[in-house]
């Protein structure tokens, strides 16, 4: 077996892998030139320089596995390795403890003022008096997001003897007791903590989740810390907040636009900004190699690696009655995402029909992923789905009936949360997906890519002229519209697509209106 590494790797990886297979490292290849010699190898291991496109994987003639060590893939062609076969791995955890490591002293660097006490030292000057510092022991720590680093960082405060509380809407109440934190409200979380970190991946739900509504809840002694993605927290909004005295300071490892030589948080001597260096240590890149190399070798020698990206192999009886309902199955697990209130604990999946009378593992996948999608910092894929559903500590059920009333073929997925239960379920119709269920009321709502409004409301006259009328007054345009209800001026369930979204302004305007309960805008 020969292994080529194209991209730097630590040495341990690659003797790791020099135990199993001849290894070539020849770095700083040229497209052409990478081309020319891959058909040569068994797997190939890169980092984020090696472009791996889709000619050079229809070049590896051997090719088995791609390894990319470290946690993004977007340089590699996902979609023509798996239609090759070729197995995608990477190393999302080799990097936790850095991260955590590195939220913690960013902390402590707030609490004492160290950066500034530094350079003014090093100046020339001795002002101790200008930097009387906090104790952090005693003091409440905000966690938002409590994955895999969030996690991490939950263990270390407590160590601390902090006060710890989070809010994840996406754990499970007794995973968060597992590490002896407090799972709250995200409001509630703003207005308590001394600290706040944030732990999610940048997507729609968390861009922005930060701003300058979020920063006015907050007490005017609290510092934030950023070691995630850049743009969670808005940073003009938080430039501002600190000027204005509402915030205390804050640390800034990751930004909107990297490599960040100029940002308004430089203005700030309030805020420390280091370069993107929460998982630069000799060690985080140590444990990715060896990680990759453990995956390599494994998947050489026909056995499944921990940490595969891409879609696993379907065998093609199944893949023609299942492989129909991923995409709907995705869809179902997006909408519950946004619908669902309070914290999630368990979910169960129903599947009728057909598709009950085979393997369903790839459609338990993909609702998972769904679910967890936006507000995982792995990628979640078909592969690694029910494992990050584990680690949050959220319990699957899955049950099956050949038989299906209404349609040919059903996927029902319920979610219990503190609050109560939500159920969507869908179905494949003309080769396409439909959502034709949303707790008791039957609809049919075909997932666009675009914007819909939800809401629960009483079945009255007028009530939908009302509606209309208000986002008529904000020029926006309703494309369809679907009503499920229980019995006539009853409870009832309106499902408008729209072609741009609302705004808070018109959402509350339609909140007002009576016998109005929710507005949920989802993205669908």
């Known amino acids: 077996m020969k292994v080529l590494v194209s991209d730097p790797i630590a040495q341990e990886g690659i003797e790791a892998l020099r135990a199993h297979a001849e290894v070539d490292v020849k770095l700083g290849m040229s497209r052409d030139e990478l081309i020319a010699i891959i058909g040569e190898y068994d797997a190939l291991v890169v980092r984020s320089e090696t472009k791996v496109s889709r000619e050079v994987i229809e070049a590896g003639e051997k090719l088995q ?7 993004g893939v977007d340089n590699i062609d996902v979609e023509a390795a798996t239609k090759k076969g070729i197995v995608v791995v990477n190393a999302p955890t080799g990097n936790i403890i850095s991260a955590a490591e590195h939220t913690i002293a960013l902390m402590l660097a707030m609490a004492r003022h160290i950066p500034k006490a530094h350079a003014l030292l090093r100046s020339g000057e001795w002002r101790r008096q200008d930097f009387i510092g906090i104790e952090v022991r005693g003091k409440t720590l905000g966690i938002i997001g409590l994955g895999n680093v969030g996690t991490e960082v939950a263990r270390r405060a407590k160590g601390l003897e902090m006060r710890v509380i989070t809010h994840d809407p996406f754990v499970s109440v007794e995973y968060a007791a597992t590490l002896g934190v407090e799972l709250v409200s995200l409001e509630e979380l703003l207005a308590q903590s001394d600290f706040i970190t944030v732990h999610t991946p940048l997507s729609e739900l968390t861009t922005g989740l930060i701003g300058a509504k979020e920063l006015a809840k907050v007490k005017p002694t609290v510092r934030l810390i950023n070691c995630a993605r850049g743009g969670v927290i808005d940073e003009q909004a938080l430039f501002q907040a600190i000027e204005k005295g509402k915030v205390a300071g804050a640390a800034i490892d990751v930004f909107v636009e990297e490599p960040a030589t100029e940002s308004v948080l430089f203005r700030s001597d309030k805020i420390i900004v280091t370069p993107h260096l929460a998982a630069s240590t000799a060690e985080a890149q140590t444990t990715v190699a060896l990680d990759v190399a453990e995956q390599i ?134 080769g396409e997906p439909h959502i034709v269920l949303v707790n008791n009321y039957w609809i049919d709502v075909v997932p666009s890519g675009g914007y819909f409004i939800f809401s629960d409301h009483r079945d009255r006259p007028g009530l939908i002229g009302t509606v209309g009328t208000i986002l008529g007054n904000a020029d926006i345009n309703i494309s369809s519209m679907q009503l499920g209800r229980l019995e006539p001026r009853g409870p009832a369930l309106m499902v408008l697509e729209l072609d741009a979204p609302i705004g808070e302004e018109q959402r509350q305007q339609l909140l007002a209106i009576p016998d109005i309960y929710t507005i949920k805008l989802v993205k669908l």
């Open 65 to 71: 596995v791609i390894a990319r060590a470290g946690v």
């Open 297 to 430: 070798i494994a998947a050489l020698k026909g056995q499944p690696p921990r940490y595969a990206v891409n879609v696993p192999f379907i065998p093609p009886e199944t893949a023609a009655v299942v492989g129909p309902f991923l995409g709907v199955s995705q869809h179902i697990g997006k909408l519950l995402t946004q619908l669902a209130e309070g914290q999630m604990g368990a979910i169960s999946i129903k599947y009728e029909g057909e598709i009950a009378n085979h393997d369903t593992a790839v459609l338990k996948a993909a609702v998972i992923g769904g679910l967890l999608e936006a507000i995982s910092e792995e990628r979640v894929t078909l592969v690694n789905a029910h494992l990050i559903a584990q680690r949050r500590g959220l319990k699957i059920t899955e049950h099956k009936d050949p038989v299906c009333e209404n349609y040919g073929n059903l996927v029902a997925v319920e979610v219990r949360t503190s609050v109560g239960q939500t159920t969507v379920a869908g179905t494949v119709m003309r």
